[in-house]
C-alpha cells in the first residue's frame, strides 16, 4: 500500500541550530513533492515544491533535497529560530494527476527552543 | 484580502443534524478542495473539482454532498451528522500544477 511518513511526530531544536526533518514514502511515482508549514488554528501554508527530476530547492533558511532512489525529501531550516515552531507536512503529487490528488504526510511538530 | 474562506470558523451541533460549510476563493483558480483534518492532525483530501465538476471523490460516505455553484465557490453539506465527523475541514484552491492555498478551516464538533 501506498505510504507517507514523516520521521517523528515532534522534534526540538535548540535556536541557531538547523532542523532536519524528514519525508519518506513507498509505492508512490511523484512528479513533485511540496512542504507546507501548519500554525495551530490555522489552514496549511505552502513552503516549498521540488519535482521528480529536481535534487535539491533553496529558499532563504530553507532547503529541501530529493532523492527518487531513496523515496525520501529532506526539509532543512537553517538558523533556526523560535518563530520556526509549527507542524510541518510532506505532500506528494502522484505523475499523470498533477495537482487533484496531493496525498499529504502525518506531520512533525518542531519547537525551536530559545 | 482573503485568497480562500471559509464559513462558519465554528460548527457545533447534535448528532443527526444536516449542516453546511462555504467556502469562496478569490484567486481565479480553476480547482477547489475539500480536506478533513481529523484529532491526529492527519489531513485527508474528500474532494476535488475542477471547474465546477467533481473529478476526485475519496470514498467519502455519500452523507457528504459537495457543490459547486461556480468556479469561485464549493459548499460541503453533511447529511444526518455522525460523532466521526467531527474533525477540522479545510477547504483549498489551486491551479492545476501550482500550489494549493487552504482557507482557515471549520473546526466541526458532533455532540
Known amino acids: 500500500s501506498q505510504k507517507i511518513e514523516q520521521n517523528s511526530e515532534a522534534l526540538n531544536i535548540q535556536e541557531g541550530k538547523t532542523a532536519t526533518l524528514t519525508c519518506n514514502y513507498t509505492?508512490?511515482?511523484?512528479?513533485?513533492l511540496q512542504w507546507y508549514r501548519q500554525d495551530p488554528g490555522r489552514g496549511p501554508v505552502f513552503l516549498l515544491l521540488?519535482?521528480?527530476?529536481?535534487k535539491e530547492k533553496r529558499k532563504e533558511r530553507l532547503k529541501v533535497t530529493f532523492d527518487t532512489t531513496l523515496k525520501q525529501s529532506l526539509f532543512h531550516i537553517t538558523a533556526s529560530q523560535p518563530a520556526d515552531s509549527a507542524t510541518y507536512l510532506c505532500?506528494?503529487?502522484?505523475?499523470?494527476?498533477?495537482?487533484?490528488?496531493?496525498?499529504f504526510g502525518t506531520g512533525t511538530r518542531l519547537t525551536i527552543i530559545p | 484580502d482573503t485568497a480562500v474562506s471559509q464559513t462558519p470558523k465554528y460548527l457545533v451541533t447534535q448528532m443527526g443534524n444536516d449542516k453546511s460549510i462555504k467556502c469562496e476563493q478569490n484567486?481565479?483558480?480553476?480547482?477547489m478542495y475539500w480536506y478533513k483534518q481529523d484529532s491526529k492532525k492527519f489531513l485527508k483530501i474528500m474532494f476535488s473539482?475542477?471547474?465546477?465538476?467533481?473529478?476526485i471523490n475519496e470514498t467519502v460516505p455519500n452523507r457528504f454532498s459537495p457543490k459547486s455553484p461556480d468556479k469561485a465557490h464549493l459548499n460541503l453539506h453533511i447529511n444526518s451528522l455522525e460523532l466521526g465527523d467531527s474533525a477540522v475541514y479545510f477547504c483549498?484552491?489551486?491551479?492545476?500544477?501550482?500550489?494549493?492555498?487552504f482557507g482557515p478551516g471549520t473546526r466541526l464538533t458532533v455532540l
Open positions: 483549498a484552491s489551486s491551479s492545476r500544477t501550482d500550489t494549493q492555498y
Open positions: 509505492n508512490y511515482s511523484p512528479a513533485y
Open positions: 521540488i519535482r521528480e527530476n529536481e
Open positions: 505532500a506528494l503529487a502522484r505523475r499523470g494527476f498533477g495537482n487533484e490528488k496531493l496525498t
Open positions: 484567486l481565479g483558480h480553476d480547482t
Open positions: 473539482y475542477n471547474n465546477k465538476e467533481l473529478i
